[in-house]
């Protein structure tokens, strides 16, 4: 197996690069570095840190440098959204040319802790609650999920293995930065062992969200299909036979943008169309908006359409 491993010269990804053949036995290793010229020297100086510790390793390293900002301004989007499109598209080119059969980063029991917390606060449906996946069907692995910075630093600093600390991480302005300087401390003092609390509660969701998820496949070809012109149609009697029908009916419209109080709103017609006496509740005429589509009622059903021009 040949594994390409993602170091950006920090203490996490070294600690994966020092323990690759432990985290993969058997494989092969390279090394990719992004050099996205978003902090100048420290930059130019973590690129030649990591170039240097591969020459001595052995390990084949890769290198890009990128303007992100400029990509940034070009795509309308975040200097954070910009560097890890740049990053992963520049993987996937190397993944193809060399013929890596995985992409591995250094996510670790810390992030996938951060991650949760960042998906509750700005809402998240069930499947947020799985925090950082530890795989994907893309190939990318993420073997450091179960490994705590604590347990990262305490190794690094046993074994006098150097690192670049980014100066950027003490600041506050990001909103991952707050968690982890600011809310951390406070988890740690009510619980010293929160991220293994987390972490725990983070499986178990995932295996909730698998259940949650078969619940979903079974159920929604039963009461949804395609509309001749394209829309999506749902059964309001099929669809209110369920006994979550109001999770089935939120799974399918998870990519359509609706509001949570638009959903709300549909959601207290549908079970008063439920619970009220047969004609006393009508939902012809009804129409719910999102940015892109339109839902309304037609015939005892549900159709949904995206909006024209």
């Known amino acids: 197996m040949k594994v390409l491993l993602a170091v950006s010269g920090g203490i996490d990804s070294m600690y994966m690069l020092h323990r690759a053949p432990e985290l993969f036995p ?3 290793f390279a090394v990719a570095h992004c050099n996205f010229r978003l902090r100048g020297d ?3 100086g973590d690129e030649e840190f990591v170039v240097k510790q591969c020459r001595e390793l052995g390990t084949e390293c890769y290198v890009k440098r990128f303007d992100t900002v400029k990509y940034a301004k070009e795509q309308g989007i975040s200097v954070e959204m910009a560097a890890r499109e740049l990053r992963y598209a520049w993987f996937a080119e190397l993944r193809s040319k060399y013929g890596f059969d995985t992409l591995a980063t250094a996510h670790n029991a810390n992030d996938n802790a951060e991650t949760l917390i960042l998906n509750l606060l700005r809402g998240t449906g069930t499947k947020g609650l799985r925090g950082i996946p530890r795989s994907t069907r893309e190939g990318i692995a993420r073997p450091l999920l179960d490994t705590s ?3 990262i630093s305490s190794w690094m600093l046993s074994e006098g293995k150097q690192w670049r600390e980014d100066r950027t991480n003490a600041g506050n302005e990001a909103r991952r930065n707050k968690i982890r300087n600011q809310v951390f401390p406070v988890f740690s003092e009510i619980n010293p062992s929160y991220i293994k609390t987390i972490g725990a509660d983070i499986r178990r969701f995932t295996q909730t969200d698998d259940i949650a998820e078969d619940y979903f496949m079974d159920a929604a070809p039963r009461i949804r299909c395609a509309g001749e012109d394209g829309s999506v149609e749902i059964s309001v009697t099929a669809l209110l ?13 998870e990519d359509c943008s609706f509001s949570a109080e638009t959903f709300d709103k549909l959601c207290t017609l549908l079970d008063r169309y439920r619970t009220e006496p047969s004609g006393t509740v009508t939902l012809s005429g009804k129409v719910f908006e999102s940015p892109a589509f339109l839902l309304y009622a037609r015939r005892r059903k549900l159709v949904i359409s995206k909006k024209q021009g």
């Open 26 to 28: 058997g494989a092969s």
């Open 42 to 44: 420290e930059s130019d």
């Open 149 to 151: 910075r604590e347990e």
């Open 241 to 253: 036979s369920l006994k979550h029908w109001r999770y089935v009916l939120w799974r399918i419209l």
